[in-house]
């Protein structure tokens, strides 16, 4: 198999990959040679190209698939690609599903269960403005990732992220009754919308001008804002919608201008700071057997995670 999570040490592969990312080295001897980080849906590996030939600008360039002929070798640890050559792949035919890690859970599926959370809200105000948001941005918002690197960084990660968000939402409304749950779920559906703005794509995926310079929370406020006036809408509801998106990061270290200062804006910054770091773990547990530790998690102030042995029996 030529899947990258199957791959051992010594395979000789020749298969498509998707270029994720592209800089050059030197040597100690001053030769240049490419770093490749290659990618397919089960995994990534670092490819190096060690003699750069003429056209390898043009054809190693990120978010293209390339045909690859490589070695697998082990260096301290890791496995990496010993790239002998590459080659061009018709773009136009591809199915980038092969390259790009998804959601655990069907694309269908989470559609099926968006628009039942929308159905599902009974303010009509909330409702009219959660439809034309995600309306608006529907296309995106099914097939974006979360994040470039971070929590749910693969395809329909960002609808992935926020109906965990949505189901977190319902389960604390049952505990505490005084919650207003159409506003809790709305604000789980539509925070990180502006994602879509601030990210290139579930291909390769990088922060746009936009992202980098505005961010997804003030994209998003902005949007919330353009929407209540599009709909003709006033009152209170579009307002405590524009501060849950605002407070859901909580303080302005992470990026929120204003502290959360409803108690569903609160919980909002809860939950989404719970499920980020649960999928943060999730990945950092994977590769980990049971009796050892992840590596330092960067996310998770620089923490190292045991893994117990009970987990086993998971």
């Known amino acids: 198999m030529n899947n990258i999570a199957e791959l051992k040490d010594g395979d000789k592969v020749t298969a498509p990959y998707l270029v994720v990312t592209v800089d050059k080295g030197v040597t100690s001897q001053s030769r240049n040679y490419l770093n490749v980080n290659l990618q397919d849906a089960s995994g990534t590996m670092l490819g190096k190209k060690w003699d750069i030939e003429e056209g390898d600008a043009d054809l ?30 018709d773009q136009d035919n591809i199915d980038f599903t092969r390259f790009v890690p998804s959601a655990p859970v069907p694309r269908e599926e989470l559609e099926k269960k968006l628009n039942a959370y929308v159905d599902s809200l009974k303010n009509g105000d909330v409702k009219r403005l959660t439809e034309h948001l995600i309306d608006k941005f529907h296309d995106s918002y099914v097939t974006y990732p979360a994040a470039v690197h971070n929590h749910h960084a693969f395809a329909s990660g960002l609808l992935y992220h926020s109906l965990c968000m949505a189901d977190h939402a319902e389960m604390v409304c049952k505990l505490y009754p005084t ?20 990210l290139s794509g579930p291909v390769a995926t990088q922060f746009t001008l936009e992202g980098k310079l505005l961010g997804h929370i003030s994209i998003m406020q902005a949007e919330v804002r353009i929407a209540a006036k599009e709909l003709g809408m006033s009152g ?28 569903e804006a609160l919980v909002l910054s809860m939950i989404d700071d719970m ?35 009970y987990s086993k029996d998971d």
Do not use: C
């Not at 159409?182 to 703005?197: F, N, P, Q, Y």
């Open 275 to 309: 499920d980020a770091k649960m999928n943060i773990l999730d990945k950092a547990y994977a590769p980990v057997k049971p009796g050892e530790w992840t590596g330092k998690i960067f996310t998770m102030d620089g923490h190292y995670f045991y893994k117990p042995l």
């Open 236 to 263: 209170e509801i579009p307002l405590i919608m524009e501060h849950m998106v605002l407070s859901h990061h909580n303080q302005p270290d992470f990026g929120s201008p204003v502290p959360p200062e409803t108690r």
């Open 179 to 198: 919650l207003n749950r159409d506003v809790l779920v709305a604000g789980a559906l539509i925070h990180d919308l502006g994602k879509t703005i601030e």
């Open 60 to 89: 190693f360039v990120p978010g293209q698939i390339v045909m690859i002929s490589a070695e697998v070798n082990a260096y301290r640890g890791s496995l990496q690609m010993k790239i002998f050559s590459g080659s061009h792949v």
